[in-house]
């Protein structure tokens, strides 16, 4: 079984940074790919960026060159770095887990497609 806790949320103001955290145990961390999704109010859950198994990075296009996914694989954890926040960027965060390993060939942007997920964190740009 695989646990994500994120962290790193907060308020903000436009243009500022901000980076969050998703510490995951259980199962090989290695060996997952792991993605960021958001959930505004009122919206669908949606794709922001993954971090594929063999380190292939992908973006939702309104976020492409503000925000940066990555991992350290000694700590098990993944991060997103956001900068120049927007106040559309306002949504409650989550990381979640696809533990396909190399299975995974097209990375899934469907949240459907996840079966692990961390309990969210908030974040919230101010104008």
Known sequence: QVQLVESGGGLVQAGDSLRLSCAASGGTF????MSWFRQAPGKER????????????YY???VKGR?????DN????????????????TAVYYCAADTR??????VARSRYEY???GQ???VIVSS
């Open 74 to 89: 000694a700590k098990n954890t993944v991060y997103l770095q956001m900068n120049s926040l927007k106040t559309e960027d």
């Open 120 to 122: 969210g964190t908030q």
């Open 115 to 117: 079966d692990y997920w």
């Open 30 to 33: 290695t060996r997952y790919t």
């Open 67 to 71: 925000f940066t996914i990555s991992r």
């Open 46 to 57: 949606e794709f922001v960026a993954a971090l594929k198994w063999d380190d292939t990075t």
């Open 60 to 62: 939702q296009n309104s």
């Open 101 to 106: 390993g190399s299975r995974v060939i097209v």
